[in-house]
């Protein structure tokens, strides 16, 4: 079918929902932006200056009034000259997600995600540091952004077919070599196994220390069921089933070193999923958050204890740092974690009612949130609670931005603003903004 651009949106192309755009800046979620007789069009698949047939996402006859229109690019005209042959295969438009920028070369996709982070901080009206300064630095050592995936979440078909989900697509694609995923995941050779009846997913790990480790979940799955194929050699293997986790094969728990100091995750449980973002992200904030000897810290969404661990070397002995983290089991192995540094405690809560209810200040927060970030009301009560500083480590720009203009209006700076490629040939970066009092 040949698009017709010239066309209005009630005409025969367009109830087909062809299109062909030239695509211009990047916009939040991996898309570009595209103008179609004035109306926005954002357009994922391609790359800026690109000329593309695209397929609209919402019918224009139903969303003729609609501010933007949302598309797919299915072929290229004409290439951008940051487009390069995709790194995977089964990625792209009808492919798996989680790769949407694997046809974009390496440094343009860390240019067009440090263009995106800059605007998302100028709409959000941050004014307290040089905005155009942030620019998205690769991890040490990661030249090519592959085999950095330590955490791979698998979908399971109703035949048992193991593979990836498409963008928001409730489909299961094959995943191919999956260029992205860790070494130790890649080798598991999942996606040529047949998993057993009631498998919904299967969660892989490439942990930093011990063997890989492979859970099969479902509500309803027999652990019985399970025979373990030789392919996953020495893996730890276990089942989640609606009434908990069964271990197979070790206990449910991968081992992480950063540095000297050895974490136990659970096999299902947060840990930075790029190979070097653990410890390069202990680094950052090591050399940030300045605790004094003696004082006071709290790791907000502490996880199984990370960015306690720092904080514990910078207060010492007598200070003390609360780690304070909503899930029980990675609560509990926090304290495991940390046994070794008694000026550590943890709190399991929700962090906002946590530090809602405290009494007097701290000396030093970090914190680390979901991608929905910190909020508004979070910022408020550690702009008066907080003496010194505070680290906000961030996977997702918009609720970071959104975050630190709500902090700078209740008299904070931003002091510095760091911006990492942990997430290489997706959209995504991690950032991290380090806090002061603007006064200090
Ligand atoms: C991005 S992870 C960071 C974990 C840890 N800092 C690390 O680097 O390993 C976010 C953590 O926040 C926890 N979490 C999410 N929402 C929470 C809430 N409202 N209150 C407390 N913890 C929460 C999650 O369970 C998860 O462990």
Redesign the pocket.
Known sequence: MTPDPERAPSSPALAGRLLTLTVGMPAAGGTFVARHEGRVVFVRGTAPGETVTVRLLEDPQEQASARFWRAEALDVLEAGVDRVPSVWDEAGVDGVGGAEWAHIALPAQRRIASEVLQELLRRAGVSSFPIEQVQVEPAPHDADGLAWRTRVRYAVDADGRVGMRGWRSHDVRPVGEDPLSAQAVRELRLGEWTAPEGTEAIDAVAPSAGPASVVLIGRDLDPDDVVIPQSWGDADVAVRTSRGMVPLRGDATVHERVGERMFTVGAT????SHRRA?EL?SEVVESSLRAPRGGSAW?????????SAVAAEQVGRDGSVVS????RR?SQLAVQNLEDLPQVSTAT????D?VRARRGGVDAVVL???R?GAGVELMGLLAAAVRQRIVY?S?EPSTLARDLAAIEKKGWRVADLRAFDLFPHTHHIESVAVLERAEG
């Open positions: 449980g947060f840990w930075q653990a992200l790791d907000l969404y502490g996880g199984v204890g990370l960015f304070v983290e909503g899930n990675a809560a929700d962090v906002t946590w680390d949130p979901p929905s480590v996977c």
